[in-house]
């Protein structure tokens, strides 16, 4: 059965920007310790709503940042020697940072799994970058975030609104 969030966020993402960035401009006036808070409270409400494995938007449309500590990993893992990981996999995007080179992921199943999830890179962890009281720290990356994350959408929303 479709996601309710997914399927509201899918009919609204294409004309929300401007709302979106209202959101984002608001928030940014009150962030600090009381907004991480109710940031992290509402990721974890959002997310027992949404289901990655019914999205993985962040899986094909976002290359993430794979560092040298998550090369050493999954490469060992892969029985590949980190050159050997890097120039099949990896690329360096526009801003000089070191990615995946494919988008969907080339780790990404049929299913929308992760074949290399307990291993996989630490910006996949942490994305969409709304909990761990982080919430403020990441404010530049929530408006491009919540075109692509249906639970970035709902989380600035629901934020604001309590924030009112
Ligand atoms: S490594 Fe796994 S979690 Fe990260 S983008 Fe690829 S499929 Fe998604
Ligand atoms: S885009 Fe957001 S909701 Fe979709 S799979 Fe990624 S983290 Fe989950």
Wanted: overall charge neutral.
């Amino acid at each position: 059965m479709p996601n309710a969030l997914i399927e509201d966020w899918k009919r609204k993402k294409d004309i929300a920007s401007t709302e979106n960035a209202e959101i984002v401009k608001r928030l940014k006036r009150k962030a600090g310790k009381q907004l991480d808070q109710l940031a992290d409270e509402v990721h974890d409400a959002v997310f027992k709503k949404i289901d990655c494995l019914d999205c993985a938007g962040c899986c094909t449309g976002i290359p993430p940042i794979v560092t040298k500590t998550d090369v050493t990993r999954i490469a060992k893992d892969f029985g590949m020697t980190p050159t050997e990981f890097e120039r099949k996999y990896l690329t360096v995007d526009e801003d000089g940072d070191t990615v995946m080179n494919a988008t969907p992921c080339p780790f990404l199943e049929v299913d929308n799994k992760c074949s290399i999830y307990e291993i996989r890179p630490r910006a996949c962890r942490q994305y969409p970058h709304t909990n761990y009281l982080d919430f403020s720290k990441n404010m530049r990356l929530h408006l491009p975030n919540a075109s692509v994350c249906p639970a970035v959408y709902h989380i600035l929303r629901e934020i604001d609104s309590r924030m009112r």
